[in-house]
């Protein structure tokens, strides 16, 4: 198990983590100090230490910090003496040991994601980045797919376009991916490599009038440091207080509004607005055209850029996710998939919908209710309604109305029986509905025990997610009338029962009633004729009249029973 484990890290400019899939789940995996990020800083001390994270972060200024060392991949340019390779091992370096520490395992092979642009050198140097930090890269990850990975969209389809709007701490990036044989390809990209959350901060020391040209190192730190906990502020709260005490003697305590600060960032939004039209452009796609939109990156907690993302593309972005962990996450999920922790398997399937079939009266008899695991069988003993009756029809049904004529015909059989009294033959139905979704309808007349058998593809459980939706929220919207509906003809067939049975029960017992007691019935009868006239009536009422009818006549009942009993 253990050589088979695959982290996915999101090695990124301003900060990195790392994650798997964890019993079916993916996760990223926090540090002793329950972070899940890990600033992408490190210091190398004059005594050969190096320190990477939060700690190198906070000596920002100090010298022998390096940070944004992802932009120097490639160039050949180095930082402190040392290749961009060495540098960025070390963030691997610390990220591998997160991850041992937690999975309490050793770690050696990798998903690492780059940005969609990296040409073969930059890929390159992250690649031999992974090898010095004793990583196998098991596969270069691009961002923005890593980002539609973390939100389930490789799910949506064929030629399904999605954009990524990932903006970080120094870097601004959108791509726009579609769908191919479940597979993301970029179309395009565009992006700033000089715009992010960095920007953010010194608008907000602009408007709080620091110039940090004028500063010193150390107080650069200080205010920058101030300036991102204000934009942390504002993302959550209309206003913030800028403080820092015994800054260059007198030291500063200014509001600011959130309103302000937008203001600052205007022009900057403007700037990722172009990119995103220009992606659109080079692709010759319409807003419209694109299926859903993900954030990626911590400055999209900025509520101004999450507006202004949702106006160019002029949809809700996908929630659900934290923007900063959605690279880290789809990596996580990339690697879970290649080390065979995510499985494609073949869920076990349920009945979209419900099947019956239609009995007297025109009414759905739900044999296997929607939602019901398959494999699977149901049936009932179903007896002739008329007397004499040689044939009965079995309408197969599929829906979640009330009424036959409401659902789907999936198929009808006629089973062949003996003429016999009414109620006295006796008819199996039996719905067997296998693990591939073949519904057999097998029917048998229980005196003869003839079967029948009706066979139907898959229709039983292929049905359009669309379809289900309409079917059910029609059902939903006619619950009332469906069920009055339904009421309406149960009390129907019982009332054509009592009726039927009246007359001859009159004629044999009716003058042992008294006078009051045959009015009774009389006008008993008389307003169940009346109800039964209005089908458009609440069922309720014809039911109210129907018991009433069988109240009244309750007295002749117990006669023709004595008389049975007597034996005529
Ligand atoms: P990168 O991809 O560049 O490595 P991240 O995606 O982690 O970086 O984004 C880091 C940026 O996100 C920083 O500029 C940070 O200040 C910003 N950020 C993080 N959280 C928030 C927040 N709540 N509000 C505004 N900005 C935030
Ligand atoms: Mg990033």
């Known amino acids: 198990m253990s050589d088979e484990l695959i982290v996915g890290i999101d090695l990124g400019t301003t900060n990195s983590a790392i994650g798997v899939v964890e019993s079916g789940f993916p996760i990223l995996l926090a540090d002793g100090e329950g972070s899940r990020l890990t600033p992408s800083a490190v210091w190398y001390g004059e005594e050969g230490q190096v320190e990477v994270g939060f700690s190198a972060r906070r000596r920002r200024g100090l010298g022998g910090v390096v940070t944004s060392v992802k932009r120097l991949m490639g160039t050949g340019e180095k930082a402190a003496s040392r290749s961009p390779e060495e540098v960025s091992a070390e963030i691997l370096k610390t990220l591998k040991a997160v991850a041992e520490a937690r999975l309490e395992q050793t770690v050696s092979r990798a998903v690492i994601t780059v940005p969609a642009y990296f040409n ?69 990209t565009a992006g700033d490599t000089r715009l992010g959350g960095d920007d953010f901060d010194e608008a907000i020391l602009v408007k709080v009038g620091i110039d940090l040209k004028k500063l010193d190192e150390a107080e650069r730190g200080r205010a920058l440091e101030e300036a991102e906990r204000v934009k942390f502020v504002l993302s959550e709260q209309d206003e913030a207080i800028f403080r820092l005490p015994f800054f260059r003697e007198e030291g500063i305590e200014r509001t600011i509004t959130r309103v302000e ?108 209710p929607r939602n019901t695991t398959i494999p699977c069988k149901a049936g009932e003993l179903f ?111 019982k009332a054509e029962e009592l009726l039927a049975a009246l007359e001859p029960a009159l004629v044999d017992f009716g003058t042992v009633l008294s006078e009051e007691d045959l009015l009774k019935v009389r006008e008993a009868e008389q307003t169940v004729r009346t109800q039964l006239q209005d089908e458009a009536q609440s069922g309720s009422l014809l039911k109210a009249a129907v018991e009433e009818l069988d109240d009244a006549t309750e007295q002749l009942a117990a006669l023709i029973v004595e008389k049975a009993m007597v034996g005529e």
């Open 261 to 368: 600060f937008e203001t600052e960032i205007e022009s900057l939004l403007k700037k990722t607005e172009a990119c995103c039209r220009r992606a659109l452009a080079d692709v010759d796609l319409r807003p419209e055209e694109i299926e859903a939109v993900v954030l990626a990156g911590g400055s999209t907690r900025v509520p101004a850029v999450r507006n202004r993302v949702e106006r160019i593309f002029g949809r809700a972005v996908e929630e659900g996710v934290d923007p900063d962990e959605t690279v880290g996450l789809g990596a996580a999920i990339q690697a879970g998939i290649l080390s065979g922790a995510v499985r494609e398997v073949v869920l076990l399937d349920v009945t979209p919908l419900s099947l019956g079939i239609e009995t007297v009266g025109g009414l759905m008899n739900v044999l296997i």
């Open 120 to 188: 073969e050198g930059q890929r390159g140097a992250t690649q031999r980045a992974g090898e010095l930090a004793g990583l196998e890269v098991v596969r270069l990850l691009s961002e923005p797919t890593a980002a539609a990975l973390a939100y389930g969209l490789d799910k949506l389809g064929e030629e399904k376009k999605v954009a990524v709007y990932d903006l970080g701490g120094g870097t601004f990036d959108v791509s726009i991916l579609e769908l191919r044989a479940g597979h993301f390809e970029v179309l395009a």
């Open 383 to 493: 007896t002739n309604a008329v007397a004499g009756q040689t044939v009965m029809k079995i309408r197969v049904l599929q829906g979640e109305r009330e009424l036959a004529k409401d659902n789907w015909e999936l198929g009808q059989i006629e089973v062949p029986f003996q003429a016999v009294g009414k109620g006295q033959a006796r008819v199996g139905v039996q719905f067997s509905l296998n693990a591939s979704g073949l519904l057999e309808v097998l029917t048998r007349d229980t005196a003869t025990n003839e079967d029948t058998i009706l066979s139907i593809e898959s229709s039983a459980v292929d049905v359009a997610d669309t379809q289900v939706e309409h079917m059910v929220s029609e059902s939903v919207d006619h619950a009332f009338s469906d069920m009055s509906a339904r009421v309406f003809v149960e009390a129907r067939l």
